[in-house]
């Protein structure tokens, strides 16, 4: 999160804490001009000090009161805070990345005046990117659903179609480094929205973007469906 966004909840805190300390300042300032009418004006520095009764005994608890009550403050706020902090983290976490998700659902989206930060996936990739058809030198080419691509692609592999396209068909390279129109910035939050609409089309086991060795036999081991028929034969 930006260091100056805030949840609504901290905006309200934020608020309330400010008008509080308002009123406690305008308080003090009405306070301390009332000044009994029978007491005669000395400046506070100029008036004597507390007697060394007083300052060995009530003046001195009063201090070490004061001292007990903010140690206790700290010793109760601080552990608090630690402790929520991680569950802070990944709230924010997760709010940053429903965000970028959002962005990225704006931007496969063709551009317009509501929405000038659209590229246009779906021209080729079909609305909602569920596949669609082009015409690519002359012939209309299927161009392939990207909401189950994490069955076939891990997201490093997402990445590098998108970076750099793919030659000879009519997937052009997107980043700004290849001659593209999007910053690493807009091909995250694409990324994250292709991820996220997998997520409802793709089972976990099978999903690449979650897992780059799902769906795949590990290396020495043999897929259940193998040795199932060596069993029954
Ligand atoms: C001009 C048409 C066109 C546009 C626009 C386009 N694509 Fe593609 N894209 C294709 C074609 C065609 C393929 C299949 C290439 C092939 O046959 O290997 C493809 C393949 C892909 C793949 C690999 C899919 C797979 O299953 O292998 C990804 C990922 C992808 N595109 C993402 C995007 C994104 C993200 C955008 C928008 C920023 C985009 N594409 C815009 C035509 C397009």
Same mark, same amino acid.
């Given at each position: ?65 004061? /001292? +007990?009550?903010? @140690? ?5 706020? =601080?552990?608090?805070?630690?402790? *929520?902090?991680? $569950?802070?983290? %990944? ?26 930060? /659209? +590229?246009?996936? @779906? ?5 909602? =990117?569920?596949?669609?058809?082009? *015409?690519?030198? $002359?012939?209309? %080419? ?92």
């Amino acid at each position: 999160m930006p260091a100056l966004a805030l949840s609504p909840t901290s905006a309200i805190m934020l608020a309330l804490g400010g008008v509080a300390l308002l009123v406690a300042g305008v308080a003090a300032l009405i306070y301390s001009r009332r000044r009994p009418p029978d007491v005669p004006d000395i400046p506070p520095a100029m008036q004597p000090g507390p007697s060394d009764a007083d300052l060995e005994k009530p003046a001195l608890e009063r201090l070490q009161g004061w /001292g +007990v009550l903010l @140690v206790v403050f700290f010793v109760i706020w =601080l552990p608090l805070v630690w402790l *929520l902090e991680p $569950g802070t983290n %990944v709230e924010d976490e997760r709010e940053l990345i429903e965000q970028s998700v959002e962005r990225g659902e704006r931007a496969i989206e063709l551009f317009s005046e509501e929405n000038p930060g /659209g +590229v246009g996936c @779906v021209q080729c990739h079909g609305p909602g =990117l569920a596949g669609g058809q082009n *015409l690519f030198q $002359g012939n209309v %080419v299927p161009v392939p659903s990207l909401t189950n691509v994490c069955a076939r692609l891990t997201q490093d592999q997402i990445r590098q179609t998108i970076e750099e396209g793919r030659p000879n068909t009519d997937m052009p390279s997107w980043s700004i480094r290849l001659a593209g129109s999007l910053n690493n910035q807009q091909i995250d939050e694409i990324m994250a929205y292709i991820v996220a609409i997998n997520l409802d089309n793709v089972p976990a086991e099978q999903n690449k973007c979650l897992d780059p060795e799902a769906g795949e036999t590990p290396e020495g081991e043999e897929s259940p469906t193998t040795a199932a028929t060596e069993e029954a034969s």
